[in-house]
């Protein structure tokens, strides 16, 4: 007996389910707490660049927080992908984006401003459209938000 091929993990011509709503809602409140975060970092920084040098201690405290959101929301992508049936590709934004905030903090660290700076605009847009299609482009089921 011939199987159907797979299309992205189901066989081919089955319905796309949605994810179960809890999925779907921890991963837009971890993607929003992310943003939120990191827009907290360009504010902090941008104090600390204009002269209030006590922000810098003010954005080394929040880049950790920030840094455990995005883990947060690594860990409710990849539910969304394997258990929720969801797309694979929040899970491997959000493992890039953890490489990514590593690298920001390093450079950080060691003070190179010409990356530092570009590289949080990068990891900021990524951030912002990740937690907008949570909000626009993403769906539960019906009736699953329990």
């Known amino acids: 007996m ?5 299309v992205a993990g ?3 011509g089955a319905p796309r389910t949605r994810p179960p709503g809890w999925i779907v809602w921890w ?9 939120a975060g990191v827009l907290g970092q360009a504010v ?3 104090l600390f660049v204009t ?5 810098l201690v003010q954005h080394r405290d929040n880049a950790g927080l920030t840094h455990t959101m995005l883990y947060l929301q690594l860990v409710a992508a990849i539910l969304l992908w394997r258990p929720g049936r969801g797309p694979s590709w929040p899970a491997w934004a959000s493992a890039a984006l953890v490489a990514l905030e590593t690298v920001q903090v390093m ?8 990356g ?5 605009v990068t990891i900021f847009g990524v951030s912002a459209v990740m937690a907008a299609w949570t909000w626009w482009g993403l769906r539960a089921r019906r009736g699953s938000a329990t």
């Open 2 to 6: 011939d199987t159907p091929p797979l």
């Open 10 to 12: 189901r066989p081919a």
């Open 27 to 35: 991963l837009r409140i971890a993607t929003t707490a992310h943003l």
């Open 44 to 46: 902090l920084a941008g």
């Open 51 to 55: 002269g209030n040098v006590d922000m």
């Open 107 to 114: 450079l950080g660290l060691n003070r190179v401003l010409a």
């Open 116 to 120: 530092h700076f570009p590289l949080g």
